[in-house]
């Protein structure tokens, strides 16, 4: 049996581990990159994953990951864009910096009260049809059933809206991975990748937006922006917009 260490002393192993991995790198696999969305050059930390530690994940200034850096980009070459009310699903820090401002107004939303501006379940929203114009979220629908979130996203877009999705995706699968028989936290961990997740996308995700009545494009992260962002090469962003 694995002994578990107490968690103040797995924290400081998990502090010493990413510092490990930062030093014990070799001077040619050391990278700079910058930071769409605090301005930052230089390198960038690891950060434990799923299964590995990612070597060049977070921003050494403002700390956002990959998916954080891709979207920053994609909201920066589309500034000409028009936001209106904006609604924020399980609002990340670096997200809501993002955000804040763009926009008409801008409402944070969680599912526990306190948190977020609105409580809300993203599988049945309480909010009236047409509430807003732009919908952030992101890494939420790998949670939760999307069969029954997606409907509701586009029912509160107002038409003309776009819903900015993002979530973890196998894009060489064909058709997600999910198991009714898996139900613990550590099996959801083994077979999900995290103990509250509940599928891995496949590319069918494109079939599943698409049959909830939304007009889909992706928005994937270039080899050249993996270079000088520090993005996930193939990341995926998906537009989703109601006529």
Known sequence: MTMVPPPKLRKR??????KLARLGREPSDRQDYTCPLCGYEGPFKPRFGTVAIRL???????????????IGLWFRDN???????????????????????LGSSYTTAELLAGV????????????????????????????????KALPELYRILRPGGQ????????ASWPESYEN??????????????????????????????????????????TGQEAVTYGVARGDVIFLCEKG
């Not at 060049?56 to 891709?70: I, N, P």
């Open 56 to 70: 060049d994940a977070a921003c050494a200034q403002c700390g956002a990951l990959e998916r954080h850096r891709h």
């Open 116 to 147: 977020a501006d609105l409580a809300l379940n993203i599988e049945a929203i309480d909010l009236p049809d047409a509430s807003y114009d732009t919908i952030m979220c992101n890494h939420v629908l790998e949670h939760v059933d999307d069969a």
């Open 79 to 101: 500034a000409h864009r028009t936001w209106g009310d904006i609604l924020h699903f399980a609002p990340e820090r670096q997200m809501r910096k993002l955000l804040q401002g």
């Open 180 to 221: 009714p028989d898996v139900k613990t936290e550590a099996d959801r961990h083994k077979h999900f990748g995290q103990s509250d997740h509940v599928r891995y996308f496949g590319w069918d995700a494109t079939t599943r937006i698409a049959a909830a009545g939304f007009k889909l494009t992706t928005i994937v992260a």
């Open 163 to 170: 819903a900015i999705l993002t979530f973890p995706l196998i």
């Open 13 to 18: 192993l998990r502090k010493l581990s990413l």
